[in-house]
Nanobody
């Protein structure tokens, strides 16, 4: 069964950038719809960005114009480029893959935006 492992989180100053990566095991990654979600302390997990198996993307309004989701099926990976980071972007970021009817989560990676 496919597994997802995130990397690339860390501490960054406001206005800075980070690139998150999610590596998938297994040979059928290309047919998964993939997404990045985040959960801040005391808040519900929310969708950040999503990319379909065909490459269509959509974003939360709060990150439009700042974040870009992409995928490289040859590398079994999905990425989240985050620019112009704000303190309110601080959260644990999770990779999520869905191939209906099943879906799986990664373990999460912490992103902290602070001066």
């Amino acid at each position: 069964q496919v597994q997802f492992v995130e990397s690339g989180g860390g501490l960054v100053q406001p206005g800075g950038s980070l690139r998150l990566s999610c590596a998938a095991s297994g040979s059928i990654f290309s047919i998964y719809d993939m997404g990045w979600y985040r959960q801040a302390p005391g808040k519900q997990r929310e969708l950040v960005a999503r990319i379909s198996s065909g490459g269509s993307t959509n974003y939360a309004d709060s990150v439009k114009g700042r974040f870009t989701i992409s995928r490289d099926n040859a590398k079994n990976s999905v990425y989240l480029q985050m620019n112009s980071l704000k303190p309110e972007d601080t959260a644990v970021y999770y990779c999520h893959g869905s191939l209906l009817p099943s879906s799986r989560w990664g373990q999460g990676t912490q992103v902290t935006v602070s001066s």
